[in-house]
Each structure stands twice: as structure tokens, then as C-alpha cells.
């Protein structure tokens, strides 16, 4: 079953920073939070993951609170083709991804 | 570095049939999973594959079984179909070694399957 709450869906404006909020309230300490996104009818593309600290690639950066039990997604400046929904899922190493019904974004142009 | 690929693309099948779906894994990685995801949800475990074995299955009835080959492919076989098996079959591949600990996975395009 997914461990993570995420808002069913968010808007952003085109050229602004999306932020999506998920919270892992029972994150375990050997779990990994790890960011997946999914456009329209294609499979689910890696964004970002991160155990304690924050992180940042190119696509975006990812938030970890001090006491682990949220975290938030950031694309720095969003546009329409970020449109998609946003999983965000814990994992321990070498096991299977448990998605739950993640947040759709909507970048508004 | 070639991704994971899967086909067919689209299929429909009759209740009651049984189908295969198959998955090449991107190139260098060892693990393949599968992933059942129907409309509006998000994707659903239904088993992984490491080394040639099953190594971990969701709540997936024995009817959806799998292989793995030598070559790190996959099939995933689904007996006597039923109209809730329609459905997006994602298959994800995965590079897993003692020494990675980070190890996520890529997901090909998957399969659409319809049962009627």
C-alpha cells in the first residue's frame, strides 16, 4: 500500500516554480523518497530521489524536512510540457515502488 | 544506452483468453518488474524478476505469472482473462548490485491491453 499523501491535483502558471508537497509521516529511516512523473499514456519517468538532504538535478529539487515526514517537489520554472501527474513514493532499497494516486499538475499558460 | 521497449503496444482480447505481453530491458540492468495500472490509478505491483527468479509479487492472483531470460527480457503471461484485466502493463527495469543502494527503475510505454 502507498505510505505517501499527496494533493489530488495543483495549478501552476507557465514560468513559475510548481511546488508539490507530499507527506510520509511513517517513513521508516532506511527508506528512500523518490519522485516519479507520468505524461499522458506513456510510463513513469525518474525525476528525483534523496534519503536526508536536499537534492537537485536538472529537471528539479527535491525538499526533505529535518524529521523526514514530508518533502517537497520543485520545478523551478514550469512549463506546459511538465503538465503531468507527480508520484511521490517511498522505498527501501531493492524493493518494488508503491504508487498511490499521485497529484496532476496543470501548467497554465 | 537504448531504453526499455515493450509490444505490442495495443491488444484486445476476448474474456476467458490468455495473453502475453513482453518487455526487453534497458541495456546493463538485471531486474524487471511489471505493473499493472488501470484508468485514473496509479500503477500497481504485480511481480519482479531478478536473476531468472521471482524475487517479490503484489496482490496478483496466480493467473499472472512471468520469465525472465538469460538476456534480461521478460513476458508476462495472463490466463483466463477477465474484462478487469484491461488495463496500461508497465514493465520497468532496474540495475541491482550489492554495492548500488539507490537503484531506481525505468519504465517502458507499456501495453494497453483490452479485454471484451
Known amino acids: 500500500d502507498a505510505k505517501t499523501t499527496q494533493p489530488p491535483s495543483m495549478d501552476c502558471a507557465e514560468g513559475r516554480a510548481a511546488n508539490l508537497p507530499c507527506n510520509h509521516s511513517?517513513?521508516?529511516?532506511?527508506?528512500?523518497v523518490y519522485w516519479y512523473r507520468q505524461i499522458h499514456s506513456q510510463g513513469p519517468q525518474y525525476i528525483i530521489h534523496?534519503?536526508?538532504n536536499n537534492e537537485t538535478n536538472e529537471m528539479a529539487s527535491l525538499i526533505i524536512t529535518e524529521d523526514r515526514k514530508s518533502s517537497t517537489l520543485i520545478l523551478p520554472h514550469a512549463t506546459l510540457r511538465d503538465t503531468a501527474v507527480y508520484y511521490c513514493?517511498?522505498?527501501?532499497?531493492?524493493?518494488?515502488?508503491?504508487f498511490g494516486t499521485g497529484t496532476s499538475l496543470t501548467v497554465i499558460p | 544506452e537504448t531504453g526499455v521497449t515493450q509490444s505490442p503496444t495495443h491488444l484486445i482480447k476476448t474474456r476467458g483468453q490468455q495473453v502475453t505481453l513482453r518487455c526487453s530491458s534497458q541495456?546493463?540492468?538485471?531486474?524487471v518488474s511489471w505493473y499493472q495500472q488501470a484508468l485514473g490509478q496509479g500503477p500497481q505491483f504485480i511481480f519482479q524478476?531478478?536473476?531468472?527468479?521471482?524475487?517479490g509479487r503484489g496482490n496478483f492472483p496466480p493467473r499472472f505469472s512471468g520469465l525472465q531470460f538469460p538476456n534480461y527480457s521478460s513476458e508476462l503471461n495472463v490466463n483466463a482473462l477477465e474484462l478487469d484485466d484491461s488495463a496500461l502493463y508497465l514493465c520497468?527495469?532496474?540495475?541491482?548490485?550489492?554495492?548500488?543502494?539507490?537503484?531506481?527503475?525505468?519504465f517502458g510505454s507499456g501495453t494497453r491491453l483490452t479485454v471484451v
Open positions: 520497468a527495469s532496474s540495475l541491482v548490485n550489492t554495492g548500488d543502494l539507490r537503484s531506481g527503475y525505468t
Open positions: 511513517t517513513i521508516s529511516g532506511n527508506e528512500y
Open positions: 534523496g534519503l536526508k
Open positions: 513514493i517511498v522505498r527501501v532499497i531493492l524493493s518494488q515502488f508503491y
Open positions: 541495456s546493463g540492468h538485471n531486474t
Open positions: 524478476y531478478y536473476r531468472e527468479e521471482e524475487n
